[in-house]
């Protein structure tokens, strides 16, 4: 069984910073990409990152580039998100996510590209 686990949110005052971490664990696993996504409340879940682990390819939604950096080890199933420069509107739960099949990059900003999620790490960001 594949689990996914976030851990590292926490509450922070704008203009600080946060690092998420997210370990896949099971006896099979094995990911083409992995990448975070993050939902508020009342609003739809959205697409913050992710890593293509074959030559290492990187995407960021428009809200947070510049700010946030995500980076993994592909061999240890495991991805980070490094937050910088945090804002209020930045609070959300945020959750890890792996694509495990073949896939199109364009597909990776869409949730239905990723096959197994996390439970997901709350952040809080205070003005």
């Known amino acids: 069984q594949v689990q996914l686990v976030e851990s590292g949110g926490g509450l922070v005052q704008a203009g600080g910073s946060l690092r998420l971490s997210c370990a896949a664990s099971?006896?099979?696993?094995?990911?083409?990409?992995m990448g975070w996504f993050r939902q508020a409340p009342g609003k739809e879940r959205e697409f913050v990152a992710t890593i293509i682990w074959s030559g290492g390819s990187t995407f960021y939604g428009d809200s947070v580039k510049g700010r946030f950096t995500i980076s993994g080890d592909n061999a240890k199933n495991t991805v980070y998100l490094q937050m910088n420069s945090l804002k209020p509107e930045d609070t959300a739960v945020y959750y890890c996510?792996?694509?495990?099949?073949?896939?199109?990059?364009?597909?990776?900003?869409?949730?239905?590209?990723?096959?197994?999620w996390g439970q997901g790490t709350q952040v809080t960001v205070s003005s």
């Open positions: 099971g006896r099979t696993f094995s990911s083409y990409a």
């Open positions: 996510a792996a694509i495990t099949r073949p896939f199109l990059r364009a597909s990776t900003y869409y949730l239905d590209a990723y096959d197994y």
